[in-house]
């Protein structure tokens, strides 16, 4: 009995044998009645439809064949890879903008030399700079340097797809592939804490849901929030694992006339009223290991301003803890109500601070032979692009371009439409670019002009991914 036979997909370096009725390892590559198809629909934008751009789908099931408007523009998702890169890009459209003859190239692009930055809003400690970051098992990337209010963490990149295990590898693209896609991924940071990360999502620390990033480091506070003091307390101590803030010391206070009060800060002085180093960093006040604020203070000085009666608030980057004290005769702070007077000013810090959240860039190398789809001298894109000559975007959003050699990119995947990357088991992520120009600019970087289509000639003729389409006997391999 004649077995069905599969054809061969050249759509990633895997090389998939596909049968029919069935899709590659991917799923993205299907084997439809002798020919390789793409499972996902090409994706146009819109600005001008209901809903303020929603996404328009080419080839979708519900796509009643009404015309696009004016304004559509094509996206790379759905439409294919240029692998192996010796082929024009799937699709290569030629429009009118403003009377200015426009060409767009699309494709999507298998990435080796990918990763994610992710930025965390929170003041909680999650580990060491360097630490390594691990998603289940597998090291998958590391923490980096904390920013304003922020830590940051490096997952991807090549060494972590393919420079290990493969295990390592396999781990590593799942993460980077759903955090892309807007799926929270769980997290273990060495020496730190577990976090769960979800773009657009609040961080969920070692179980804890954060609420809010915080106003500023405390030095910031108190010079925002000095004059909503003055008059109601004697002094302010801002609790912060970067810069501790001290109201009578700092300028903030000085200009306004604020009296020496005698407190003692147990961390190194930099400048007046802003202290390093109070605590090592923790989940305490602040970003700190400081559960009682008081651990950071040492004796009151009398000769300095110290008295019975002295009114000290501690309050925290957030706003999310704080403590009322006032000095007993022996100068040692005792815990008392907070004054209703004092409460609007710790609510204006909460209200003040930002909602805690997560955010994720993919960064990709768009280097290698995919400039190849583009044009036929593939140095002359990465020129072209450097020079804002050829505006790249993916999935339609806007990214950023490093400097320096290459086409080094990142993009909020937030600004992609639902579902935008995908994968291929190489281990690498695929995800969609557009690379738009003038025509005449397309034309002397070399481009592919035989390659161009109008709209209208896409849409009339498809565009079937580009197959060799080799039958081989119905005896095993991938997919």
Known sequence: ????????????????????????????????????????????????????????PFAARDWDGDPFPDDAQITGIGSGTTYPDYKPAPFIIASEVDGAEMVTV????????????????????????????RAGEEAIGHVTTAEYGSQMLSLGGVHHLTGGEKSEGRVTCAALLALCNGEAVELVIDQGSAVTVQAGRAPIVDGRVEN????????????????????????????????????????????????????????????????FRVSEPGLGWG??????????????????????????????????EFAYYELDEALTPQSKPIPDALMPSVKLIDENCEPSL???????????????????NPVRLTRSVQARQTRLTSGGAECYVWPGGGI????????????????????????????????????????????????????????????????????????
């Open 287 to 320: 970003g700190t290991q400081v559960s009682d604020p008081l651990e950071i203070l040492g004796p009151w000085n009398a000769k300095k301003g110290a008295r019975a009666g002295l009114r000290l608030l501690m309050v925290s980057t957030t706003g999310e």
């Open 106 to 133: 699309v494709t999507e692009a298998i990435f080796s030399y990918c990763g994610v930055k992710v930025k965390i809003d929170t003041d909680r400690f999650l580990g060491p700079e360097g630490a390594t970051v």
């Open 212 to 275: 809010r990033m915080r106003v500023g480091c405390g030095s910031a506070t108190i010079g925002m929030f000095a004059d909503q003091w003055q008059g109601l307390v004697d002094e302010v101590v801002v609790v912060d694992d970067h810069i501790t803030g001290v109201v009578s010391e700092h300028q903030a206070g000085k200009v306004l006339g604020w009296a020496d009060t005698g407190i003692k800060i147990l961390g190194r002085r930099s400048t007046p009223g802003r202290y």
């Open 358 to 376: 997560c955010s994720v860039l993919f960064m990709g190398g768009a280097g290698g032979s995919l400039r190849a789809g583009v044009t036929q």
């Open 1 to 56: 009995m004649t077995q069905p036979e599969k054809i061969r997909c050249d759509a990633c370096p895997v090389m998939c044998y596909i049968a029919p009725g069935q899709t590659g390892a991917c799923d993205r590559y299907a084997n439809d009645a002798g020919r390789i198809i793409r499972t996902d629909p090409v994706v146009f934008l819109s600005k001008t439809l209901a809903g303020g751009g929603r996404v328009v």
């Open 408 to 479: 080094t990119f990142m993009v909020d995947v937030l600004r992609l439409p639902a579902g935008a990357f995908g994968y291929v088991p190489t281990p690498a992520l695929v995800a969609p670019l557009e690379f738009t120009l003038s025509r005449a600019e397309y034309l002397a970087l070399g481009g592919h002009a035989g390659a161009i289509k109008s709209l209208a000639e896409m849409m009339r003729d498809g565009g079937e991914y580009p197959t060799e389409a080799k039958l081989v006997p119905h005896t095993g391999g991938l997919g």
